[in-house]
């Protein structure tokens, strides 16, 4: 089956430190990666996304480059800010079907 | 409005009730989703729907039922209400899979209390 695993949380960090979000997969057949982010309070949004093999997403000032040798997609920021407290989630989606599978997510707290 | 709303945003309901969330979408994406959210668990996808009329079952189905008679439309009922269903519900729908990378859109979601 198809499955997302993402680093534990919470993390909390300062303002302007470097961030880190692991996150690897399993799929049966070849699949497109995303970051979702939520905001307290809301709904979901595409943070970034990679279709293929190598290919770095970016937004933000996020990056994460599809590594299929490893299986993962980690999520990079290199000064993060206080705005950017929200909710993280990685998930796949197989090219052949519409649904998302997602991770558990992780809760950043970015403090000043 | 533009999007994908659903309603109500808050709803406490008793043990045995049934009850209905629902999700509307302008866009007409071929596809829309039912997720619930829950700590430790992130999201799960509950069904899922390929067009009017073509429902699936996703992760964790049981207990409810969905229908899609319009494309925009897309009500989750939970028959009979139990406390485990305790949940944020999500509501998404995205275009059909021509593209590998198709973004899915989410409602505001549905805080659910079963009490």
């Known amino acids: 089956g198809n499955s997302v695993t993402q680093m534990e949380g919470p993390v909390t960090l300062s303002e302007e430190a470097f961030l880190t979000i692991n996150c690897t997969y399993t799929?049966?057949?070849?699949?497109?990666l995303f970051w979702y982010v939520q905001y307290p309070g809301e709904g979901l949004q595409l943070l970034l996304k990679a279709t293929k093999a190598d290919d770095k997403g970016s937004n933000k000032g996020f990056e994460a480059t599809y590594r299929k040798e490893t299986t993962s997609f980690h999520l990079e920021k290199g000064s993060v800010q206080v705005s950017d407290s929200a909710v993280y989630f990685c998930?796949?989606?197989?090219?052949?079907?519409?649904?998302?599978?997602f991770g558990q997510g992780t809760i950043l707290t970015v403090h000043p | 409005d533009a999007g994908i709303t659903q309603s109500p945003r808050y709803k406490i309901t008793e043990t045995g009730r049934q009850v209905t969330l629902m999700c509307h979408q302008t866009?007409?994406?071929?596809?829309m989703f039912w997720y619930r959210q829950d700590l430790g668990h992130g999201l799960r996808l509950i069904y899922y729907s390929a067009a009017a009329d073509i429902t699936d079952k996703g992760e964790v189905p049981d207990g409810y039922v969905v229908s899609r008679s319009k494309t925009e439309n897309f009500p989750l009922t939970l028959e009979s209400a139990t406390r485990s269903q305790t949940s944020v519900y999500f509501c998404a729908s995205s275009e059909a899979q021509k593209d590998r990378g198709a973004e899915a859109f989410f409602g505001q979601g549905t805080r659910l209390t079963v009490v």
């Open positions: 799929a049966t057949g070849y699949p497109s």
């Open positions: 998930a796949l989606r197989i090219a052949s079907y519409g649904k998302l599978t």
């Open positions: 866009w007409s994406h071929s596809y």
